[in-house]
């Protein structure tokens, strides 16, 4: 298998996996270029894409095109190649976040392949969640999972929780009432769109979930101030379960990892019946992000928060066309 050229059909199929990864606002900041001669993805970020008040440093960026590259993984050991990876290979050219060559079935890597059915199975959920706890050894497989792909998984507790929850509140409260903030919000999201149909990036109004009326849950609101026809209200859960995605350092490799990580675990996630949501406002604050960080040893950079809990699968959201985000070089 590891001389065969592949079809250009097998690729296409390789990218729609990969492409159906989160991103911040759904912006899907990705570009694959495909070398068939050496069997090798180039993933790429598109700066176009990038939120320039809410992720001015491309830090989001990097996490959602990583959670694309974990999906390439997971796709290629799928079809019965190793994907040997290479994070930032040429410092000359920052929009090069990996290269995936397809080799021989290789170790190491055998973890993944169960994944491969959660691809499309996972969609963000912004509904209200059970009160239920994620049982002690789903918690302990999901850490697991972020420490195979270099990052680490907390579950705050307490007022540790209390402490993340304000901190979202108050990023949330900024958010609502700043202008750049606001205009990225504009520019990524679809009010009008009925359907999956009808835009190919973007969150789309169907997704955006019920209106908070009551509960703790760190629910954003995309509509913020805009009406939305037929929108509902629902009481969200009392005691939201958070998870807390680290990394120890701070730069561009160690989003990857954590883009890679949070895939994993969401992934992961969706095969033990849990659905997510993404809690972003506190880290879009700089003098919000910091404190979110381990209260006991003050150490580690939080680059995700998560929202886990039982309850309804959220709607399958836009994909730009295969054709807009992969190129095939000889």
């Known amino acids: 298998m590891s001389q065969q050229v592949l079809p250009e059909?097998?690729?296409t199929a390789l990218?729609?996996?990969?492409?159906?990864?989160?991103?911040m606002h759904n912006a899907q900041p990705w570009r694959f270029l495909y070398f068939q001669g050496s069997r090798t993805v180039h993933?790429?970020?598109?700066?176009?894409?990038?939120?320039?008040?809410a992720d001015p440093d491309t830090r989001?960026?990097?996490?959602?095109?990583?959670?694309?590259?974990?999906?390439l993984r997971v796709a290629v050991i799928h079809g019965g190649w190793y994907p040997a990876t290479r994070l930032l290979p040429d410092p000359a050219d920052?929009?090069?976040l990996a290269t995936v060559q397809l080799t021989g079935l290789g170790s190491g890597e055998s973890e993944l392949a169960a994944l491969y059915p959660a691809?499309?199975?996972r969609h963000t959920s912004r509904f209200p969640f059970e009160e239920t706890d994620v049982p002690e050894a789903v918690q302990t497989a999901l850490r697991d999972a972020a420490s195979l792909q270099g990052a680490s998984l907390s579950f705050p507790t307490g007022w540790h929780l209390q402490e993340v929850l304000e901190l979202v509140e108050e990023a949330e409260a900024r958010n609502l009432t700043d202008r750049g903030s606001g205009e990225?919000?504009?520019?990524?999201?679809?009010?009008?769109?009925?359907?999956?149909?009808?835009?190919?990036?973007g969150v789309p109004g169907y997704a955006f979930g019920p209106r908070k009326r009551g509960g703790n849950a760190p629910m954003r609101d995309f509509a913020g101030s805009r009406p939305v026809e037929g929108r509902s209200a629902a009481g969200f859960e009392r005691s939201p379960h958070l998870a807390l995605l680290s990394t120890d350092r701070d730069r561009p490799e160690d989003w990857l990892c954590a883009g890679q990580a949070m895939e994993h675990v969401l992934l992961l996630a969706t095969l033990e019946g849990i659905s997510s949501s993404f809690v972003t406002q506190a880290l879009e604050w700089s003098d919000l992000r910091w404190p979110l960080r381990d209260p006991i040893s003050g150490t580690g950079h939080v680059q995700m928060v998560l929202r886990l809990g039982y309850g309804p699968k959220g709607p399958s959201t836009p994909r730009r066309p295969v054709s807009e985000v992969l190129d095939i070089q000889p």
């Open 9 to 11: 059909e097998r690729v």
């Open 15 to 23: 990218i729609y996996d990969a492409a159906a990864a989160p991103s």
């Open 43 to 53: 993933v790429r970020a598109d700066f176009d894409r990038v939120m320039p008040h």
């Open 60 to 71: 989001a960026l990097h996490i959602g095109c990583a959670a694309a590259l974990l999906n």
């Open 94 to 96: 920052p929009a090069l």
């Open 119 to 121: 691809i499309h199975q």
């Open 184 to 201: 990225d919000l504009a520019a990524w999201t679809r009010i009008d769109a009925p359907s999956v149909n009808t835009a190919t990036d």
